[in-house]
T-cell receptor, first 117, second 115 residues
Framework: DQQVKQNSPSLSVQEGRISILNCDYT??????FLWYKKYPAEGPTFLIS?????DKNEDGRFTVFLNKSAKHLSLHIVPSQPGDSAVYFC????????????????FGKGTKLSVKP | GAGVSQSPSNKVTEKGKDVELRCDPI?????LYWYRQSLGQGLEFLIY????????KSGLPSDRFSAERTGGSVSTLTIQRTQQEDSAVYLC?????????????FGPGTRLTVT
């Protein structure tokens, strides 16, 4: 049973426009969410995160929105650039469980973003 | 180097053979994680270490998989009697602390192919 779902395996956007990547989760214990970007033949790199006490976090062209009631988060990239073309993974963790047990991130299957010039 | 390194980068092995995958975390990072990514799948958590201990091994797919970490640094993931379904990219990550909120930094992965 997938706890973190990225229902769109791919997304194609024109350069300069907004890219919106979506992620849904089922576990209400999750309280910290991260987005990672992955290029081919490389490991994922951290992009941006958000704690459940916030509903928005912004870093340059990247903004993550969290809707706890809907158990939904999204990553907005604006303006999109061809170098943003990569696979984007949504990940979640339950920090309240720390105290000895959970140390792992639960990842979605990723969304491949293609930004066309 | 400053980042997480993994070796080998690629490994092709015959079914039934044992393999060892190595991870060198970022210096000073106390937490280390192993994931794998099979074709068309997301990252599947395998095991994590806080220091040299692994409190939760439930993510390991079978008893053919084991991992250890020595000196709070290098970790080795061992797969015995490899099967074709073990073919995947095995990713290692480290973070400053096990406490949530510290981002995990990933290595480039080891691509394992079992023939």
């Amino acid at each position: 049973d997938q706890q973190v779902k990225q229902n769109s395996p791919s997304l194609s956007v024109q350069e300069g426009r907004i890219s919106i990547l979506n992620c849904d989760y089922t576990n209400s214990m999750f309280d910290y969410f991260l987005w990672y970007k992955k290029y081919p033949a490389e490991g994922p790199t951290f992009l941006i995160s958000i704690s459940s006490i916030k509903d928005k976090n912004e870093d340059g062209r990247f903004t993550v929105f969290l809707n706890k009631s809907a158990k939904h988060l999204s990553l907005h990239i604006v303006p999109s650039q061809p170098g943003d073309s990569a696979v984007y993974f949504c990940a979640a963790s339950a920090r309240r469980n720390y105290g000895g047990s959970q140390g792992n991130l639960i990842f979605g299957k990723g969304t491949k973003l293609s930004v066309k010039p | 180097g400053a980042g997480v390194s993994q070796s080998p980068s690629n490994k092709v092995t015959e079914k039934g053979k044992d393999v060892e995958l190595r991870c060198d975390p970022i210096s000073g990072h106390t937490a280390l994680y192993w994931y794998r990514q099979s074709l068309g799948q997301g990252l599947e958590f395998l095991i994590y270490f806080q220091g040299n201990s692994a409190p939760d091994k439930s993510g390991l797919p079978s008893d053919r998989f084991s991992a250890e970490r020595t000196g709070g640094s290098v970790s080795t993931l061992t797969i015995q009697r490899t099967q074709q379904e073990d073919s995947a990219v095995y990713l290692c990550a480290s973070s400053r602390n096990l406490a949530g909120g510290y981002e995990q930094y990933f290595g480039p992965g080891t691509r394992l192919t079992v023939t």
